[in-house]
């Protein structure tokens, strides 16, 4: 079990690197802003636990960076996941790759939704794209670098 959250945590690692790329990929090529969703997310969760992120500057300072840190959190807390699960269930990559950019997109948009801060119903074909499309290349990587781990792992020596 041990093992299996290892590699399923450094493979999310992996993955939530790759979604970073591909969105940032994204907004040059498209020359589009970053998504200001997590930051609110932080703002409004930091608000009704009654925690003050400080004033002006520092305030966005620490938004910005809690954001990035929750979404490193989510991404490799989704690959620790699959590897609890992965080591006792089996199924194709391109199956697992599907499932973990699924459950990385709802682990990140759940929490804002709850919030009120997004609605995916709104979101139109480029929104959807902009956010299915780094989320499928998390999965992809998560779940090819899950097996290359666990391959070499259980290869006699």
């Known amino acids: 079990m041990k093992g299996g959250l290892l590699a399923g945590a ?59 840190l929750l979404g490193i959190g989510v991404g490799v807390g989704v690959g620790a996941a699959y590897g609890l699960i992965g080591s006792r269930v089996r199924t194709g990559r391109a199956t697992a790759a599907l499932g973990l950019g699924i459950a990385a997109s709802v682990a990140g948009e759940a929490p804002a939704t709850a919030l009120g801060l997004t609605d995916p119903r709104t979101w139109g074909t480029a929104g959807w794209l902009s956010d299915l499309v780094p989320h499928l290349a998390y999965g992809i990587v998560t ?6 781990l666990t391959r070499c792992a259980s290869r006699p020596r």
């Open 10 to 68: 450094l493979a999310g690692a992996a993955g939530t690197t790759t979604l970073n790329a591909v969105t940032y990929a994204d907004m040059v090529m498209r020359g589009r802003p970053s998504s200001q969703v997590p930051e609110q997310t932080v703002e409004t969760i930091a608000g009704r636990a009654g925690m003050s992120l400080g004033e002006d500057e520092t305030a966005a300072n620490r938004r910005q960076g809690l954001a990035a």
């Open 143 to 148: 779940a090819t670098t899950y097996d290359r």
